[in-house]
T-cell receptor
């Protein structure tokens, strides 16, 4: 069974810092990997989608990489802002099921 | 991106009553929708996969007679929590998959259910 883990569970950084969130999965047989953002009490907002054949995707200050063979993905956030504070979830699509990571709670301190 | 809506956004009900939550894909057709439950400070747990025109597939441990799912059209799936109890209080989120090469999944804003 696919297991998705995210490290760290929580992270606090001062505004302006660059940061990296990590996601690992146990089975490399995935179709794609998605990074989401979740604000407290809200649903999920899709940030980036990486197909299994791709190595990275970029959107604005966000860059996500995928190393399928090692079962790892990273989400890089450049020049962090207080508005980036949220929980970040990664999820892999394997078979017909989405497997979610445990999430990283990010706080960007002004 | 594609938009998924949920209604209601929050509901408070008495123990023993039934609650229906609607999930709609607003600008695309979704042959498959998913229902998740999220407890505080935990990740999303898949409850069931809903396919238009057929019976839902439930995950292990999810009671199909308690959580009734109806996927009547390509844009609407409903989750009915029957005879709700306080332990059913949770955040329920639906998602719809955009069929095609990307298989990107879009999530609704969630419904907060509180059972008194």
């Amino acid at each position: 069974k696919q297991e998705v883990t995210q490290i760290p569970a929580a992270l606090s950084v001062p505004e302006g810092e660059n940061l990296v969130l990590n996601c690992s999965f146990t089975d490399s047989a995935i179709y794609n990997l998605q990074w989401f953002r979740q604000d407290p009490g809200k649903g999920l907002t899709s940030l980036l989608l990486i197909q299994s054949s791709q190595r990275e995707q970029t959107s604005g200050r966000l860059n996500a990489s995928l190393d399928k063979s090692s079962g790892r993905s990273t989400l890089y956030i450049a020049a962090s802002q207080p508005g980036d504070s949220a929980t970040y979830l990664c999820a892999v699509l394997a078979g017909n099921q989405f497997y979610f990571g445990t999430g990283t709670s990010l706080t960007v301190i002004p | 991106g594609a938009v998924v809506s949920q209604h209601p956004s929050w509901v408070i009900c008495k123990s023993g009553t039934s609650v229906k939550i609607e999930c709609r894909s607003l600008d695309f057709q979704a042959t498959t929708m998913f229902w998740y439950r999220q407890f505080p400070k935990q990740s999303l747990m898949l409850m069931a996969t809903s396919n238009e025109g057929s019976k839902a597939t439930y995950e292990q441990g999810v009671e199909k007679d308690k959580f009734l799912i109806n996927h009547a059209s390509l844009t609407l799936s409903t989750l009915t929590v029957t005879s709700a109890h306080p332990e059913d209080s949770s955040f329920y989120i639906c998602s719809a998959r955009l069929a095609g090469l990307n298989n990107e999944q879009f999530f609704g804003p969630g419904t907060r259910l509180t059972v008194l």
